[in-house]
């Protein structure tokens, strides 16, 4: 019998020995491009974690692994550790990660002058092309940033820029409502209702628009017409704009709607 716990002593000793050299290879010297895979698809876990940083120490200035690394501590809200790494990102290839950095900036942090200052750098490193950061034109981003620091004018600028970018009909719905948000702040009542409509020219769904159309209604004592827009709005707030991970600096409520309809007596 000791003979027998020997054997499968022995036998166990070089099945863990052959599995940790198996885990060593598999960690430091595959294939690069299959343990970037690997940790990436097991995104923000320890494993992950630690295999990014061997492939860090073994490529200390490739900018995918840092921009990989850092996304899930900036979803999970670490943003000291994820800026941390994504900084390295933009270090190395600030082309393609600027914009990202100020779109983070902008819709997570909400360091406007941060966005700003990405955005016009990204610029300068691309001339005669309109970036796109994240998939959102570069301006309609610059637009959400002044309109943050409340500087409307600046706002209108870059949201028309932006419409200008993409063609009146192919805009980012979004740019209407915020012209006529600007405007509404700069008590250009007429030029607020103009920007609304022409955001409703595409969609008659967008209840952002329908709330600003209420609001410059009933400023210019237009009051029946307020009532009109503010049920409206109410009617297609489903269709609110709406991210599960931030909030949007012109993103509506149902209480704004109750309020004001309660105040028109609608």
């Given at each position: 019998m000791k003979k027998v716990f020997k054997?499968?002593?022995i036998l166990l000793s070089v099945v863990l020995t052959a599995y940790?050299?198996?885990i060593i290879f598999f960690l430091f010297f595959s294939d690069k491009e299959k343990r970037y895979d690997f940790a990436s698809n097991l995104q923000g876990n320890y494993l992950s974690q630690s295999m990014f940083e061997i492939l860090k120490f073994q490529n200390p200035q490739n900018d995918e692994i840092y921009f990989e690394q850092s996304v899930p501590y900036n979803k999970r809200g670490d943003h000291e550790r994820?800026?941390?790494?994504?900084d390295k990102a933009v270090e190395y290839n600030p082309r393609v990660y600027l914009g990202y950095r100020g779109y983070m900036k902008l819709r997570f942090i909400r360091d406007f002058?941060?966005?700003?200052k990405d955005f016009n750098k990204l610029d300068k490193l691309t001339p005669n092309v309109i970036d796109t950061p994240w998939g959102e034109d570069i301006?309609?981003?610059r637009g959400e940033a002044y309109y943050g620091?409340?500087?409307?004018?600046?706002?209108?600028?870059?949201?028309?820029?932006s419409i200008e970018n993409q063609g009146e009909d192919w805009a980012e719905i979004q740019s209407y409502v915020y012209l006529g948000n600007s405007e509404l702040q700069l008590e250009n009542f007429q030029k607020a209702i103009n920007s609304y409509k022409r955001g409703l020219t595409q969609s008659k769904f967008v209840c952002e628009a329908h709330l600003g159309l209420a609001k410059a209604y009933k400023e210019i004592g237009e009051i029946e017409k307020a009532k009109e827009h503010i049920l409206k709005a109410e009617k297609h707030y489903r269709y609110k704009r709406n991210d599960p991970y931030n909030e949007f600096l012109n993103e509506?409520?149902?209480t704004?709607?109750?309020t004001l309809k309660n105040d028109l007596g609608a």
């Open positions: 054997i499968f002593k940790s050299i198996i994820g800026f941390e790494l994504l002058e941060g966005a700003i301006d309609f981003l620091l409340g500087n409307y004018k600046k706002a209108i600028v870059h949201f028309n820029q509506i409520y149902k704004d709607i109750v």
